[in-house]
């Protein structure tokens, strides 16, 4: 017998490759498992603004994926620490093991007195 699993996620790039990564781990986990994936878009997409939460509130690139999962849309969703709100949770999380979080900035010498 095999277990369906839906996942909502955000369309962005960075947001499909954690899914990905996060569906790959469930399979490793759980034998015979179908996962399917379902994409949209949040407040934060739409509104690109310099400071978007400043009209929509706090999670706004999280809480239409979390209403989704709480109206039972979705048997779970794929988020970014860094997107949720840390005030209230409404649901429970969990995290996969996080790669190395260094990024590297390489620049060319000859261009840091370049003026833009």
């Known amino acids: 017998m095999s277990m369906s ?6 369309a ?3 947001a499909r ?5 996060v569906k790959q781990e469930l399979k490793k986990k ?8 379902q994409y949209s878009s949040t407040k934060g ?3 690109q603004g310099a400071a978007p939460w400043k009209d929509s509130g706090y999670g706004i690139f999280t809480g ?11 048997d779970c969703v ?9 005030l209230k949770s ?3 999380y969990f995290t996969i093991k996080r790669d190395d979080p260094r990024d590297v900035l390489l620049v060319k010498k000859r261009s840091l007195n370049k003026k833009i």
């Open 90 to 92: 409404r649901t429970d």
């Open 78 to 86: 794929v988020h970014s620490f860094k997107d949720l709100p840390v």
């Open 45 to 47: 997409d739409e509104n």
């Open 12 to 14: 962005s790039f960075l």
């Open 30 to 37: 759980i034998k015979n498992i179908k996962i399917f994936t």
């Open 5 to 10: 699993l839906i996942i909502g996620s955000r």
């Open 17 to 21: 490759i954690q899914t990905f990564i």
């Open 64 to 74: 239409s994926l979390t209403n989704k999962l709480l109206n039972k849309n979705y």
